[in-house]
């Protein structure tokens, strides 16, 4: 596999590090993939040397406020775990430059991903940005996850809050270790040290969530000290010309707004000079986030259909039984 690499934001200089654009020549059906069936039934699997392992199974309720899903705990990070060395190699290497430290990591995670034998690029181009997606980064859900993860459960939709627990902007892909674990306390060190490297997080549609990819026990660790680990988030590239075509209508809304604050600001008005820029500021935001809006999660059709996914259901999750129907 092949990945090209572009910083974001492209072709701008003396601007915040935002990510970077990755183009991958392959595969066109990665090991670690979202397989579906009719019914809005979703299951992740990951290969592996004795084939696929289930990871994640899902159903989305009728009423679109919600997914149930059931986690098999049978998931492995596909990138290899990190060295307490690096960590402090990469913050000393730039200790007050956060954007060159994102960007390490970030090439660190796309060589890893590039190398894995069990991840979940395939053909085509992605993103890999600096922290959470816009309306993603909820405190509450941040403070509520290491109390309420549970193999079996939900994921809320839209605030809907039923029950209000079940509202999250994480679900990680096994559980988090126990806030005393070996390995947890030597990333609580780094995290109260500064070096604690980002956890890889992957957008996933059919969920309307991220998924926790690489830095289980560093999460734990930042929740453990009170505190939220530093965030890269990989999804798939939105095109250029659904950006083109969301972007019309706010443009010409822009420029309908302007129009009687330039007439005004040329009057001498010091207040419409100010919503003026205020204006411009908001448009740049806005373009901004629709740059960065994930495009769809690519998936496959699950082999067998619907009676294969009650059958993986059966085996890894006895006794579930989604209500999915309110």
Excluded at 21 to 34: E, M, N, S
Aim: glycine share 10%; charged share 25%; with cysteine.
């Amino acid at each position: 596999m092949a990945v090209q690499r572009t910083t974001l934001p492209r072709a701008a200089q003396g601007v915040r590090w935002d990510g970077l654009a990755l183009t991958v020549d392959g595969p066109a059906r990665p090991p670690l993939r979202w397989e579906v069936a009719d019914g809005r039934r979703l299951v992740l699997l990951q290969g592996g040397d004795r084939g696929d392992r289930v990871v994640v199974l899902a159903r989305q309720r009728v009423t679109h406020r919600g997914v149930h899903y059931a986690r098999t705990d049978r998931y492995a990070s596909p990138l290899p775990p990190l060295r307490a060395g690096l960590a402090r190699t990469h913050r000393e290497a730039c200790p007050d430059d956060d954007d060159a430290w994102f960007a390490r990591w970030a090439n660190h995670f796309a060589d890893g991903l590039r190398d894995s034998a069990n991840g979940p690029l395939h053909e085509g181009d992605w993103q890999m940005t600096r922290g959470m997606p816009p309306r993603w980064d909820v405190a509450e859900n941040w403070e509520r996850l290491p109390h309420h993860d549970p193999a079996i459960g939900h994921i809320t939709w839209f605030g809907y809050g039923d029950p209000d627990e079940d509202r999250r902007d994480l679900l990680p892909l096994r559980p988090l270790s126990a806030p005393d674990a070996p390995r947890v306390k030597a990333y609580r060190r780094q995290y109260r040290e500064g070096v604690l490297p980002p956890v890889l997080l992957w957008w996933v549609g059919g969920l309307d969530s991220l998924v926790l990819v690489d830095g289980h026990d560093r999460l734990a660790a930042a929740l453990a000290e009170g505190g939220r680990p530093a965030v890269l988030a990989l999804a798939r590239e939105t095109s250029e010309r659904w950006v083109r075509w969301m972007a019309g209508p706010v443009i010409d809304d822009y420029e309908r707004r302007l129009a009687p604050l330039e007439r005004a600001c040329a009057d001498g008005d010091a207040l419409a000079t100010v919503l003026a820029g205020a204006a411009g500021r908001k448009l740049g935001q806005q373009l901004h986030d629709l740059d960065a809006t994930p495009d769809l999660t690519r998936s496959w059709p699950l082999p067998g259909g619907v009676n294969a996914w009650e059958d993986l259901a059966r085996t890894h999750a006895p006794g579930w039984r989604p209500d999915t129907e309110n």
